[in-house]
């Protein structure tokens, strides 16, 4: 048997079993004006991550650089979040399976990849994409990542944003946990990927090998770089799927 990549659970079984599941809400009833509601959370932000000369993105630039890091997943604070895909997948249409880690817990979680963003609009190139959350996530909702260029400034940007709310969740700790650190988890993960995308940006246009996430023998991807499962892993307490 192969090793596992996070340890607690066959994660090329569940990323697999993806396939079968739904968004876990109606996009129609979604926030779709940029406005929060009483059930809803709304958030954009974004973080400067390096600077070109005017006009078209630059080869290797720092536009460039930051679509990679963000193409792979790569931007992803591991001490918060990790993520599995197969190699090779479209980025349009794959499934994702997430662990969620909040001190000793693990949370395995699955969201999928449903439009891409690759368009130059009021005068700023920009590329990424969205995903969306699948039955059994904590959350409903949908969370975009593009790298933006200014075409008028040479400023490069990266871009959190989306929405998002609780989800069911069947366990009264879990559901309770969620309520009162929740919120601040997702608010910390922003700030921290956007914090990592300019230090790996930075340093890469400083002449330093751009980093890649690790790929098993099987063609599971494991993202973002660098991380590896601990041995006292299998002790940390795990939900599958939490949610509803």
């Not at 890091?69 to 249409?93: K, M, N, W």
């Not at 000793?104 to 990424?128: C, K, M, N, P, S």
């Not at 039955?135 to 969370?143: C, I, K, M, S």
Request: glycine share 10%; with cysteine.
């Amino acid at each position: 048997m192969l090793r596992q990549l996070f340890g607690s659970v066959d994660e090329a079984a569940v990323l697999d079993q993806l396939r079968h599941r739904q968004v876990n809400y109606d996009p129609a009833r979604a926030p779709q004006d940029g406005r929060a509601d009483g059930h809803w959370h709304v958030d954009s932000g974004d973080m400067v991550i390096g600077r070109e000369p005017p006009g078209p993105p630059v080869p290797g630039g720092a536009w460039e650089t930051g679509c990679a890091l963000v193409g792979q997943y790569e931007f992803a604070d591991p001490r918060i979040v990790r993520a599995v895909y197969r190699r090779g997948s479209d980025l349009t249409g794959r499934d994702m399976l997430l662990e969620g880690r909040f001190s000793g817990l693990r949370f395995y979680l699955g969201v999928r990849v449903t439009a891409l963003i690759d368009e130059t609009r009021d005068a700023e190139r920009a590329w990424g994409w969205s995903y969306q959350t699948l039955q059994g996530h904590l959350e409903q909702g949908r969370l975009s990542y593009e790298v933006i260029k200014d075409l008028a400034t040479g400023r490069v940007v990266f871009r959190v944003s989306g929405y998002s709310r609780m989800a069911p969740i069947s366990s009264p700790v879990v559901r309770w946990g969620f309520r009162l650190f929740g919120r601040r988890t997702q608010q910390r993960f922003y700030l921290a990927i956007q914090r990592r995308m300019r230090r790996l940006v930075q340093a890469a246009l400083r002449g330093e090998p751009l980093p890649a996430p690790a790929v098993r023998t099987d063609g599971l991807v494991l993202a973002p770089s660098g991380t590896r499962p601990h041995p006292l892993e299998r002790l940390a307490r795990f939900w599958l799927h939490p949610g509803r």
